[in-house]
Nanobody, 125 residues
Framework: QLQACGGGLVQPGGSLRLSCAASGGTVRAYAAGWIRQVPGKEREIVAALSQSGSSTFYLDSVKGRFRISRDNAMNTVTLQMNSPKPEDTATYYC????????????????????WGQGTQVTVSS
């Protein structure tokens, strides 16, 4: 089970940290990703992390602002959102892929096998 939290209202240029806690499994056994969706638009993957933890993928529009990481001790995957913009407003989901290739990042939302519930992020002044 994946439990995402940390969403809310944030001002442009601020920061927000999304966290995804896993229960019933170990996050380091999977590849992980954060995916967002806006009503009426296709969902898009924002960031992805390989099972190895050494490879990452970022959507072009968030490169240099967002960072995905994993805490094996806490069994969590986080998305640090720095300098968010209004266009980052969306519902954010964490997701995992079972039996991934060790060093592969998965850049399509369809690659993921299990999703947590979403957390709403609103970027507005």
């Amino acid at each position: 089970q994946l439990q995402a939290c940390g969403g809310g209202l944030v001002q442009p240029g601020g920061s927000l940290r999304l966290s995804c806690a896993a229960s019933g499994g170990t996050v380091r056994a999977y590849a992980a990703g954060w995916i967002r969706q806006v009503p009426g638009k296709e969902r898009e993957i924002v960031a992805a992390l390989s099972q190895s933890g050494s490879s990452t993928f970022y959507l072009d529009s968030v490169k240099g602002r967002f960072r995905i990481s994993r805490d094996n001790a806490m069994n969590t995957v986080t998305l640090q959102m720095n300098s968010p913009k209004p266009e980052d407003t969306a519902t954010y989901y964490c997701a995992i892929k079972y039996r991934p290739s060790f060093a592969t990042t998965y850049a399509s939302s369809g690659d993921y096998d299990y999703w947590g519930q979403g957390t709403q992020v609103t970027v507005s002044s």
